[in-house]
């Protein structure tokens, strides 16, 4: 694909350059340890497993609500118009997706353009779906079109502009009071997530867009986010490796929305430590274990002894044993200004191996921890 210089290319043009590109890339089955799998799972049917797990906020949202709210399969899409927007540069790339900043040649405003590599209709009705349920939701991007090339059938999903600065420069910036501040923000996104019935499943820095200037925070990409319905199997190859609850690295898929939580937890440790990421595991396996060095491995075996799961021999075996860190062994001359005691308090109560020992969002959000920031917004209010 060739750099896109100063002038902007409509997105028509756009996408014919670079669908060839997409689709010689795009694999249909890959092999992991000699057997292929599925790059782009979605979930399988419902079944129940030996000891079920639910949800301990927001379990039947999807149970009252009518089919038409979380039947993605169902979605008509209505295709907005390709040539109202055209392709300034490139701003990132994930595994289904190349983004790019945008202009909407009607307004003249900034925008972010998501074309979706190929993947299962399937995925694309259901990323559509959980966006436009979640629209004006407290700190989520919102999406403003969904476009489609007449030719190649590539989609690409428009949103809100976020002037925002790459954590790893960011993050090493943030005092104590910005961490509240901005955990704090994207605790709202989470917390009406999970009330409008869905996980997002792949909470880590990248996903959380932040203008410092604006003190404006953003939860994007919801291409793995997933309805959730109790009892409900749902695939493990979901969140990105740092930042996988315990759930999904011994294979019990019936997780929740708690999923969520560790994921900020992880991201939460990262920011306060200056440790980043905090778990940093090689592979999966190696993952499990980084978790098992700092959290001990007495609760990991209670956890699996209570939803009646086992480790396979050799990720027993990679595991060991070892007894719980404290949190004060993290604690160093270059963050120790970050780590209060009621931090420590709040990073103990995400990073539990039994998701349903972890805050709920909304407990989260009550936390002595957040205090001065709640504070804060309440003066705010009131002038």
Request: hydrophobic residues 35%; charged residues 25%; neutral net charge.
């Given at each position: 694909m060739r750099p896109i210089t100063s002038s902007y290319a409509s997105l028509g043009r756009f996408l014919l350059l670079c669908c060839a590109i997409f689709i010689s890339r795009a694999p249909s089955a890959l092999s992991l340890n000699g057997s292929s799998f599925d790059p782009y799972p979605l979930e399988e049917e419902i079944s129940l497993p030996t000891v079920m797990s639910k949800a301990r906020v927001y379990t039947d949202v999807n149970v009252i609500r009518p089919?038409?709210?979380?039947?993605?399969?169902?979605?008509?899409?209505?295709?907005g118009e390709q040539d109202d927007y055209e392709v300034v540069r490139k701003v990132g790339r994930g595994k289904y997706s190349e983004v790019f900043e945008g202009i909407n040649m009607n307004s003249n405003e900034k925008c972010v353009i998501k074309i979706l590599k190929p993947?299962?209709?399937?995925?694309?009705?259901?990323?559509?779906?959980?966006?436009q349920n979640l629209c004006g939701g407290p700190n989520i991007v919102k999406l403003l079109d969904v476009v489609r090339d007449q030719h190649s059938k590539t989609p690409s999903l428009i949103f809100e502009y976020v002037n925002s600065t790459d954590f790893k420069v960011l993050y090493p910036t943030l005092t104590d009071y910005d961490?509240?501040?901005?955990?704090?923000?994207?605790?709202?996104?989470?917390?009406?997530c999970h009330s409008q019935g869905i996980m997002h499943r792949d909470v880590k820095p990248h996903n959380v867009m932040i203008d410092h200037e604006l003190r404006k925070l953003r939860l994007i990409d919801w291409g793995l986010a997933e309805f959730y319905h109790p009892g409900k199997e749902y695939n493990v190859r979901v969140a990105s490796r740092y930042f996988k609850g315990p759930?999904?690295?011994?294979?019990?898929?019936?997780?929740?929305?708690?999923?969520?939580?560790?994921?900020?937890?992880?991201m939460f440790a990262g920011m306060i430590f200056r440790?980043?990421?905090?778990?940093?595991?090689?592979?999966?396996?190696?993952?499990?274990?980084?978790?098992?060095?700092v959290l001990g491995t007495d609760e990991l075996n209670?956890?699996?002894?209570?939803?009646?799961?086992?480790?396979?021999?050799?990720?027993?075996a990679l595991v060991g044993r070892h007894s719980r860190k404290p949190w004060s062994?993290?604690?160093?001359?270059?963050?120790?200004?970050?780590?209060?005691?009621?931090?420590?308090?709040?990073?103990?109560?995400?990073?539990?191996?039994?998701?349903?020992?972890?805050?709920?969002?909304?407990?989260?959000?009550?936390?002595?921890?957040?205090?001065?920031?709640?504070?804060?917004?309440?003066?705010?209010?009131?002038?």
């Amino acid at each position: 694909m060739r750099p896109i210089t100063s002038s902007y290319a409509s997105l028509g043009r756009f996408l014919l350059l670079c669908c060839a590109i997409f689709i010689s890339r795009a694999p249909s089955a890959l092999s992991l340890n000699g057997s292929s799998f599925d790059p782009y799972p979605l979930e399988e049917e419902i079944s129940l497993p030996t000891v079920m797990s639910k949800a301990r906020v927001y379990t039947d949202v999807n149970v009252i609500r009518p089919k038409e709210y979380w039947d993605y399969e169902s979605l008509n899409v209505e295709w907005g118009e390709q040539d109202d927007y055209e392709v300034v540069r490139k701003v990132g790339r994930g595994k289904y997706s190349e983004v790019f900043e945008g202009i909407n040649m009607n307004s003249n405003e900034k925008c972010v353009i998501k074309i979706l590599k190929p993947v299962k209709k399937k995925k694309i009705r259901r990323e559509i779906k959980i966006l436009q349920n979640l629209c004006g939701g407290p700190n989520i991007v919102k999406l403003l079109d969904v476009v489609r090339d007449q030719h190649s059938k590539t989609p690409s999903l428009i949103f809100e502009y976020v002037n925002s600065t790459d954590f790893k420069v960011l993050y090493p910036t943030l005092t104590d009071y910005d961490i509240r501040y901005y955990i704090y923000e994207l605790l709202k996104a989470l917390d009406y997530c999970h009330s409008q019935g869905i996980m997002h499943r792949d909470v880590k820095p990248h996903n959380v867009m932040i203008d410092h200037e604006l003190r404006k925070l953003r939860l994007i990409d919801w291409g793995l986010a997933e309805f959730y319905h109790p009892g409900k199997e749902y695939n493990v190859r979901v969140a990105s490796r740092y930042f996988k609850g315990p759930e999904l690295l011994v294979d019990l898929q019936d997780y929740d929305y708690s999923l969520d939580m560790w994921s900020l937890g992880c991201m939460f440790a990262g920011m306060i430590f200056r440790k980043e990421p905090f778990f940093y595991g090689h592979d999966n396996q190696d993952q499990l274990v980084k978790i098992a060095k700092v959290l001990g491995t007495d609760e990991l075996n209670a956890y699996l002894n209570k939803y009646q799961l086992e480790l396979d021999a050799q990720l027993e075996a990679l595991v060991g044993r070892h007894s719980r860190k404290p949190w004060s062994k993290f604690i160093n001359a270059d963050n120790r200004h970050l780590v209060s005691p009621e931090a420590i308090d709040f990073l103990d109560k995400l990073l539990r191996y039994d998701h349903q020992d972890r805050l709920t969002a909304k407990e989260a959000m009550a936390h002595p921890y957040f205090a001065q920031v709640k504070a804060a917004e309440s003066s705010r209010m009131r002038t």
